[in-house]
T-cell receptor
Framework: EAQVTQNPRYLITVTGKKLTVTCSQN?????MSWYRQDPGLGLRQIYY???????DKGDVPEGYKVSRKEKRNFPLILESPSPNQTSLYFC???????????????????FGPGTRLTVT | GENVEQHPSTLSVQEGDSAVIKCTYS??????FPWYKQELGKRPQLIID?????GEKKDQRIAVTLNKTAKHFSLHITETQPEDSAVYFC?????????????FGGGTRVLVKP
């Protein structure tokens, strides 16, 4: 089954304790991205990756790190979590990276099930 | 950077009526505008998208229009049904040096009353 998976789905942790949220897709997608969703603020992009070893900052990258060593995986790392990082996190992927030419399709982003993180 | 504003934040309609959600964006270089629907407790799912070289696109009861000059785009849902109740997000994609960022609006909570 084609899907985007995230682990863990729920996590309660304490300030400063490093954590990693994994994201994996089995669709051979080029583009992967992390978002956080907060009430009243919608979805905000944290980091994205156009392909293996190509990553860049989204709108709210502070306090997060990512890596893309393999095409299928795009982990989100919080080196020193703080309470303001309490949020619902979504990983997403799309077949193709949105480029200037935008020819053809494959830009639909498929979202993972979400990870609810609480930092106390 | 890109800024996307979405209105209204909540919308209540009677079943069978139409619903319209409007979004404006700030960067004229944005070239791709998807709309996502998120039901309660679920992940967002794409319902329709439009590229900057197209003015309107329809898919059954939903349609999106784009006005590049005014930098706004709208989602139209006709003959609304209770299953249309959800939060809807618009977004705009802009090409940065290393790739494409996607900026979302704040969302519109739509309630369709039977």
């Amino acid at each position: 089954e084609a899907q985007v998976t995230q682990n863990p789905r729920y996590l309660i942790t304490v300030t400063g304790k490093k954590l990693t949220v994994t994201c994996s897709q089995n669709m051979n997608h080029e583009y992967m991205s992390w978002y956080r969703q907060d009430p009243g603020l919608g979805l905000r992009q944290i980091y994205y990756s156009m392909n293996v070893e190509v990553t860049d900052k989204g709108d709210v990258p502070e306090g997060y790190k990512v890596s893309r060593k393999e095409k299928r995986n795009f982990p989100l790392i919080l080196e020193s979590p703080s309470p303001n990082q309490t949020s619902l996190y979504f990983c997403a992927s799309s077949l193709r990276a949105m480029t200037g030419g935008m020819r053809g399709g494959g830009y639909e982003q498929y979202f993972g099930p979400g990870t609810r993180l609480t930092v106390t | 950077g890109e800024n996307v504003e979405q209105h209204p934040s909540t919308l209540s309609v009677q079943e069978g009526d139409s619903a319209v959600i409007k979004c404006t964006y700030s960067d004229s270089a944005s070239n791709y505008f998807p709309w996502y629907k998120q039901e309660l407790g679920k992940r967002p799912q794409l319902i329709i998208d439009i590229r900057s070289n197209v003015g309107e696109k329809k898919d059954q009861r939903i349609a999106v229009t784009l006005n590049k000059t005014a930098k706004h785009f709208s989602l139209h849902i006709t003959e609304t049904q209770p299953e249309d109740s959800a939060v809807y997000f618009c977004a705009a994609s802009i090409k940065e040096a290393a790739g494409n960022k996607l900026t979302f609006g704040g969302g519109t909570r739509v309630l369709v009353k039977p």
